[in-house]
Nanobody, 119 residues
């Protein structure tokens, strides 16, 4: 099993920056992707960004390209999401996720952290 704990959410103003962290524990040696998803009120959960744990290669959804940066620290088993130029539409609960073992889907999820951007 892999356990994930997110930290770093909060209330900020439009244009501000915020960094989310997600610490993994357990079978971290078997992680091959870590990602961030978000869910706004009344909307479906959506993919934000992911990083290959072996190569560090990132992938972003179009709406955050150029504003968000995902990075990982393998030694600390921690993934980060640096969010710059935040907009009101970035307001959501942000979830960290991991794909590990032989799963073809994200099979570990954090509890979520609230990000609220006031305009």
């Amino acid at each position: 099993q892999v356990q994930l704990v997110e930290t770093g959410g909060g209330l900020v103003q439009a244009g501000d920056s915020l960094r989310l962290s997600c610490a993994a524990s357990g079978r971290t040696y078997s992680i091959y992707f870590m990602a961030w998803f978000r869910q706004a009120p009344g909307k479906e959960r959506e993919f934000v960004a992911r990083i290959s744990w072996s190569t560090g290669s990132p992938l972003y959804t179009d709406s955050v390209k150029g504003r968000f940066t995902i990075s990982g620290d393998n030694a600390k088993n921690t993934v980060y999401l640096q969010m710059n130029s935040l907009k009101a539409e970035d307001t959501a609960v942000y979830y960290c996720a991991a794909r590990y073992g032989t799963s073809a889907q994200y099979n570990a999820w954090g509890q979520g952290t609230q990000v609220t951007v006031s305009s």
